[in-house]
């Protein structure tokens, strides 16, 4: 801040607190502590074999024992615990002490804009919105106090000299980077040595990439390996959007500029006009395993075998074993020569549900084994699923939630709001979304920017993005209503894959995310309603960004709302490569 017509630089240090740990209270090394361990366990072992063998041999009972006994058989517990923990404390400290994730959750293991150029000087957001109402004055920029003119600074502190012992060896090689979590039993001390051995092997610096003020205990085993820190994504909040009845304020993660601001119009034109409506029309994830016989013959037998009715009854009792909420739904075939491709499609619960139904596939894979023991199982995935790649299949039978949502935007709206017309959007809607992904040989991409949106949204949710690809089938339709006066808009997503449990919803931030639209977790009264909700809130943001950017579009906005609002100011001829 300036002082005495001077400025002043503040440096910002945050410091995090330390998390005290078992082992820290002990004065021996841990290794020692280890061998003590391991030899109390082997010698307790001994002494009470020892001492039963001779009870047994007297006749004497096992139940009677003395005070000796009785120490050695809780040092022998103690001794397994610890020993359990892979010799080490902070193992068992995280299997006892850590907070359980949600126990649904543990048990599915899944488990652009866009108004015209004004002279109001205000923030990007209400710019957009369409809004005309009056805003305070600003203070010149020259007048205006700086408040900070150094970015806040979360410093690493130096690695300890055990610590540079690790660094060296992993740079050598002699200690597998990979191993790191396992052998140290701290995932964050673990990041920590790891990034700094990355940084001397590659010459290249990681400063810029924060790896304070995040737990990576919660990543292990399902989210990410080997981490060396976390990038941070900007979320902004698009609404309310008023979907079925209920408001909802919609995460978007992004670092594309005006994408919020043009989903808030959206939302802003459909609240105006009374909301927005959705319909889940199918709710089922699919995995389609590759099976080859000798034979063409007996592939058909097999796909004539599956698509029976009297069979289903069989085949779901075994594939639904697997889980509390996967259920079978249906099983289509397709012979492809002496192969054979299997579609199973199944509830999920909350969980999106690829784990979910991958086991209960291979219940029935090994179950046919017994009537077809001539089937190779060639993969449990053949890509007749399809997972993360543009499909037919999904684009017309659907994968995860099928949901199509639609609204009736007034014909005043449109123009305030918007700044088109009815007219306009119709035939822009037609020759761009229709005709022309038509002509582009589109899958699924009849539509402006639904991906954009989806994608926001599951980085906010902790989706998994690369089901963005599947997830953002769209086919936007307008349609002309009560005599040209207003405008009906739908969106008709077949294959938004979902979850909120498992995977990256349970990290802190995609967590409050899920919370801030009420879907959090597992919905233990009616198991898959949050993810469903969450489904339609998709679709529902998906509506409002059609509508805005096709409205850009229409009133010839678009680039002159990018040059004013995503374009950065910095001269990049300076920017050099670390």
């Known amino acids: 801040m300036e002082h005495g017509g001077k400025p002043m630089k503040m440096k910002v240090k945050f410091v995090d607190d330390e998390v005290v740990k078992p082992s820290d209270a002990m004065s021996l090394p841990l290794y020692i502590t280890n061998a003590v361990f391991f030899t109390l366990f082997f010698s307790v072992v001994y002494f009470l074999l020892t001492s039963w063998r001779e009870k047994i041999r007297t006749n004497t009972p096992l139940h009677m024992i003395d005070l000796s006994e009785i120490v050695a058989i809780l040092a022998l517990v103690a001794s397994f615990i610890y020993l359990i923990g892979f010799f080490?404390?902070?193992?068992?400290?995280?299997?006892?002490?850590?907070?359980?994730?949600?126990?649904?959750?543990?048990?599915?293991?899944?488990?652009?804009i866009m108004l015209k150029e004004d002279a109001r000087k205000v923030p990007c957001g209400q710019a957009l919105d369409g809004s005309i109402s009056k805003i305070a004055p600003i203070a010149s920029p020259k007048a205006a106090p700086k408040v900070f003119e150094e970015k806040a600074m979360i410093e690493t502190p130096p690695p300890t000299e055990e610590d540079e012992e690790i660094i060296k060896a992993v740079v050598a090689g002699t200690i597998p980077s990979y191993s790191l979590e396992t052998k140290l039993g701290d995932c964050k001390r673990a990041a920590s040595i790891r990034r700094e051995a990355l940084q001397r092997v590659t010459g290249k610096s990681l400063e810029g990439l924060p790896l304070e003020g995040f737990d990576y205990e919660s990543i292990?085993?399902?989210?990410?390996?080997?981490?060396?820190?976390?990038?941070?994504?900007?979320?902004?909040?698009?609404?309310?959007?008023?979907?079925?009845?209920?408001?909802?304020?919609?995460?978007?993660?992004?670092?594309?500029?005006?994408?919020?601001?043009?989903?808030?119009?959206?939302?802003?034109?459909?609240?105006?006009?009374?909301?927005?409506?959705?319909?889940?029309?199918?709710?089922?994830?699919?995995?389609?395993?590759?099976?080859?016989?000798?034979?063409?013959?007996?592939?058909?037998?097999?796909?004539?075998?599956?698509?029976?009715?009297?069979?289903?009854?069989?085949?779901?009792?075994?594939?639904?074993?697997?889980?509390?909420?996967?259920?079978?739904?249906?099983?289509?075939?397709?012979?492809?020569?002496?192969?054979?491709?299997?579609?199973?499609?199944?509830?999920?619960?909350?969980?999106?549900?690829?784990?979910?139904?991958?086991?209960?596939?291979?219940?029935?894979?090994?179950?046919?084994?017994?009537?077809?023991?001539?089937?190779?199982?060639?993969?449990?995935?053949?890509?007749?699923?399809?997972?993360?790649?543009?499909?037919a299949v999904n684009w017309i039978e659907g994968r995860g939630k099928s949901v199509v949502c639609e609204a009736v935007i007034k014909g005043d709206i449109v123009t305030k709001v918007l700044k088109t017309n009815v007219a306009a959007l119709v035939e822009l809607n037609m020759l761009k979304n229709l005709t022309g992904s038509a002509i582009a040989g589109a899958l699924g991409g009849f539509n402006a920017h639904a991906s954009n949106i989806v994608s926001a949204v599951y980085l906010a949710t902790g989706q998994d993005p690369a089901q963005n690809i599947e997830s953002s089938h769209c086919i936007t339709m307008m349609e002309a209503i009560n005599d040209g006066k207003d405008?009906?808009?739908?969106?008709?997503?077949?294959?938004?894959?979902?979850?909120?449990?498992?995977?990256?919803?349970?990290?802190?931030?995609?967590?409050?995310?899920?919370?801030?639209?009420?879907?959090?977790?597992?919905?233990?009264?009616?198991?898959?309603?949050?993810?469903?909700?969450?489904?339609?809130?998709?679709?529902?943001?998906?509506?409002?960004?059609?509508?805005?950017?096709?409205?850009?579009?229409?009133?010839?906005?678009?680039?002159?709302?990018?040059?004013?609002?995503?374009?950065?100011n910095k001269d990049v001829t300076t920017v050099a490569s670390a």
């Open 220 to 391: 292990l085993g399902q989210c990410c390996e080997m981490p060396v820190g976390y990038i941070t994504i900007p979320v902004g909040i698009a609404g309310p959007l008023m979907l079925n009845g209920r408001e909802f304020s919609v995460p978007m993660a992004t670092t594309e500029g005006c994408l919020v601001a043009s989903t808030n119009r959206g939302c802003k034109a459909i609240n105006l006009s009374g909301g927005a409506s959705s319909v889940l029309l199918k709710d089922g994830m699919t995995r389609a395993p590759v099976v080859r016989f000798n034979s063409a013959k007996r592939a058909a037998e097999l796909k004539f075998f599956m698509e029976d009715p009297e069979n289903y009854e069989t085949i779901s009792m075994v594939f639904n074993k697997s889980s509390r909420f996967g259920r079978l739904q249906t099983v289509k075939c397709a012979v492809a020569g002496k192969n054979l491709y299997m579609r199973f499609t199944c509830s999920t619960g909350d969980a999106m549900g690829m784990n979910m139904v991958s086991k209960g596939v291979q219940n029935v894979l090994d179950f046919l084994q017994d009537d077809f023991p001539d089937m190779d199982v060639i993969g449990i995935s053949g890509n007749y699923c399809s997972d993360k790649k543009p499909a």
């Open 487 to 568: 405008l009906h808009v739908s969106v008709t997503m077949p294959s938004i894959e979902v979850g909120t449990v498992g995977g990256g919803t349970q990290l802190a931030s995609q967590s409050a995310c899920l919370n801030l639209l009420g879907v959090k977790g597992a919905n233990r009264e009616a198991p898959g309603t949050n993810a469903r909700q969450l489904a339609s809130v998709v679709a529902g943001s998906v509506l409002a960004g059609e509508l805005s950017l096709m409205s850009a579009i229409a009133a010839g906005q678009l680039v002159k709302s990018h040059m004013k609002y995503n374009r950065s």
């Open 88 to 112: 080490g404390f902070d193992f068992v400290q995280s299997l006892f002490l850590q907070p359980s994730n949600d126990i649904w959750a543990a048990d599915d293991d899944e488990d652009e």
